[in-house]
């Protein structure tokens, strides 16, 4: 008869198992073991109780264990949990497209459910060429994308990452070898510098026969950095893509669902993108669901001469995730959501800035449900991992940044522990 296990048994198991993100075999990162999560709760299984600073890669919006989504799922659970949707449909599935479509800018009318954030990016690629292509321009294969980006971990979303940061240029040789401008200048309200949009341009004029699109995430460059950024940009950028007979391509799926305070990071501009990607928040953290948005333009033209679109993942839409993703966009809708999220942004601000002074900081900033502590160094995680897990939250941060992207329904208290927090380790650092 098996004993029973111990948690020190779990984590040994799990050591010994099982690969975490980015981490090595032989020397992981420290792991621990989640007993249960509640609101904007972690429990561990050694009792520990955390407050939550990530909502899991900024996805759980509405906080753990909700009740809403809860039930959702379970309703869907005694009709289906999945069927294949090559040949068959859904109500969940219809429902969330036409959700979808109403709240996302005008232009963008059609949809398409993948699996994951990196697979829409995937998907996104793939339109993009599919239309050129049809248009019998088949030479425009090629992106153009800012550097400190990133779109995820698949090998064309790879190929738009920023090449040098560190995630992926381990893989430069095998990956497509796209178009790289620089980054927008940093600042939500710093004025426009024409020399960024000269470079673009230049880029743009020189290698356009070439180019099927520009991809870039709205507003906030997140995983390469989170750096904020004027929103005019894009509306230049839009034009310019124009122009040239460039397809314009928003990652939304970081910004997407309220994060930086208006439900799409899209609306910070005056414009729209030709395809969208979603992902992350899409059904309120609970399952893993992403979604490419495009408009008439582009469907319609990848379907002009018989043409199909040639993606169909096995669990493209998937009913329990629609479901899911059905009652998060109510819960989205029904709340106050902007002014959910303008508060937290005075909260984040109010409970970062004390951080400013101290000699290890470059800098505070937030937009939004995001508040980011930019450090001069680098942290080891290995190290401050287990110092927030000690202070009673949940924080993971990368590279120089430590950041909060909380669930939107977090009390001003918390946010305050999340500040004290992070306050305290960097101080004892
Ligand atoms: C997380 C993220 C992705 C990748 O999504 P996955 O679901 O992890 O594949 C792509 N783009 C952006 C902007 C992201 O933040």
């Given at each position: 008869?098996?004993?029973?296990?111990?948690?020190?048994?779990?984590?040994?198991?799990?050591?010994?198992?099982?690969?975490?993100?980015?981490?090595?075999?032989?020397?992981?990162?420290?792991?621990?073991?989640?007993?249960?999560?509640?609101?904007?709760?972690?429990?561990?299984?050694?009792?520990?109780?955390?407050?939550?600073?990530?909502?899991?890669?900024?996805?759980?919006?509405?906080?753990?264990?909700?009740?809403?989504?809860?039930?959702?799922?379970?309703?869907?659970?005694?009709?289906?949990?999945?069927?294949?949707?090559?040949?068959?449909?859904?109500?969940?599935?219809?429902?969330?497209?036409?959700?979808?479509?109403?709240?996302?800018?005008?232009?963008?009318?059609?949809?398409?459910?993948?699996?994951?954030?990196?697979?829409?990016?995937?998907?996104?690629?793939?339109?993009?060429?599919?239309?050129?292509?049809?248009?019998?321009?088949?030479?425009?294969?090629?992106?153009?994308?800012?550097?400190?980006?990133?779109?995820?971990?698949?090998?064309?979303?790879?190929?738009?990452?920023?090449?040098?940061?560190?995630?992926?240029?381990?893989?430069?040789?095998?990956?497509?070898?796209?178009?790289?401008?620089?980054?927008?200048?940093?600042?939500?309200?710093?004025?426009?510098?024409?020399?960024?949009?000269?470079?673009?341009?230049?880029?743009?004029?020189?290698?356009?026969?070439?180019?099927?699109?520009?991809?870039?995430?709205?507003?906030?460059?997140?995983?390469?950095?989170?750096?904020?950024?004027?929103?005019?940009?894009?509306?230049?950028?839009?034009?310019?893509?124009?122009?040239?007979?460039?397809?314009?391509?928003?990652?939304?799926?970081?910004?997407?669902?309220?994060?930086?305070?208006?439900?799409?990071?899209?609306?910070?501009?005056?414009?729209?993108?030709?395809?969208?990607?979603?992902?992350?928040?899409?059904?309120?953290?609970?399952?893993?669901?992403?979604?490419?948005?495009?408009?008439?333009?582009?469907?319609?033209?990848?379907?002009?001469?018989?043409g199909v679109f040639m993606h169909g993942p096995t669990f493209m839409a998937n009913p329990l995730a629609c479901s899911a993703a059905n009652a998060s966009l109510k819960l989205l809708l029904e709340g106050a959501i902007t002014e959910q999220v303008k508060q937290l942004e005075l909260w984040l601000k109010t409970s970062l800035e004390p951080c400013e002074t101290l000699d290890q900081v470059k800098e505070v900033r937030c937009l939004g449900g995001i508040g980011v502590v930019e450090l001069k160094e680098a942290v080891s995680l290995h190290n401050i991992q287990p110092k927030f897990v000690a202070q009673g939250v949940w924080i993971r941060p990368f590279g120089k940044l430590i950041y909060l992207m909380p669930p939107y329904v977090i009390s001003k208290h918390q946010v305050e522990q999340?500040?004290?927090?992070?306050?305290?380790?960097?101080?004892?650092?």
């Amino acid at each position: 008869m098996q004993t029973k296990r111990t948690t020190q048994d779990y984590l040994d198991l799990d050591k010994q198992l099982l690969w975490h993100p980015y981490t090595s075999m032989s020397h992981p990162s420290p792991q621990f073991l989640v007993e249960k999560a509640e609101g904007c709760e972690i429990t561990l299984s050694t009792g520990e109780c955390l407050v939550d600073g990530m909502s899991s890669w900024w996805s759980v919006i509405h906080g753990y264990n909700n009740p809403t989504i809860n039930q959702a799922i379970e309703e869907q659970l005694k009709q289906f949990s999945h069927v294949m949707f090559g040949g068959l449909t859904h109500k969940p599935a219809i429902k969330l497209g036409e959700k979808l479509i109403e709240i996302t800018p005008e232009p963008l009318q059609r949809v398409f459910f993948s699996d994951s954030g990196s697979v829409s990016v995937e998907v996104a690629l793939k339109m993009a060429i599919q239309y050129w292509h049809t248009q019998g321009k088949a030479s425009k294969q090629f992106f153009v994308t800012p550097r400190s980006g990133y779109h995820g971990d698949t090998f064309a979303a790879m190929s738009v990452c920023d090449p040098e940061n560190g995630m992926h240029n381990l893989f430069t040789d095998a990956l497509t070898q796209q178009f790289f401008v620089s980054p927008p200048p940093t600042g939500l309200h710093t004025p426009i510098d024409e020399n960024y949009i000269a470079e673009i341009r230049d880029m743009f004029s020189q290698h356009h026969q070439k180019i099927a699109g520009f991809i870039i995430e709205p507003v906030v460059q997140n995983a390469g950095g989170m750096r904020f950024y004027n929103p005019d940009y894009l509306n230049t950028i839009r034009a310019l893509c124009d122009e040239f007979d460039i397809l314009l391509i928003f990652d939304e799926i970081a910004t997407g669902f309220g994060r930086t305070g208006k439900l799409f990071a899209t609306e910070h501009s005056q414009i729209c993108p030709d395809i969208m990607c979603i992902g992350k928040a899409l059904t309120g953290g609970y399952m893993t669901l992403a979604a490419t948005l495009t408009n008439d333009k582009v469907a319609l033209g990848i379907s002009e001469k018989d043409g199909v679109f040639m993606h169909g993942p096995t669990f493209m839409a998937n009913p329990l995730a629609c479901s899911a993703a059905n009652a998060s966009l109510k819960l989205l809708l029904e709340g106050a959501i902007t002014e959910q999220v303008k508060q937290l942004e005075l909260w984040l601000k109010t409970s970062l800035e004390p951080c400013e002074t101290l000699d290890q900081v470059k800098e505070v900033r937030c937009l939004g449900g995001i508040g980011v502590v930019e450090l001069k160094e680098a942290v080891s995680l290995h190290n401050i991992q287990p110092k927030f897990v000690a202070q009673g939250v949940w924080i993971r941060p990368f590279g120089k940044l430590i950041y909060l992207m909380p669930p939107y329904v977090i009390s001003k208290h918390q946010v305050e522990q999340l500040g004290k927090a992070i306050y305290q380790v960097i101080q004892d650092k």
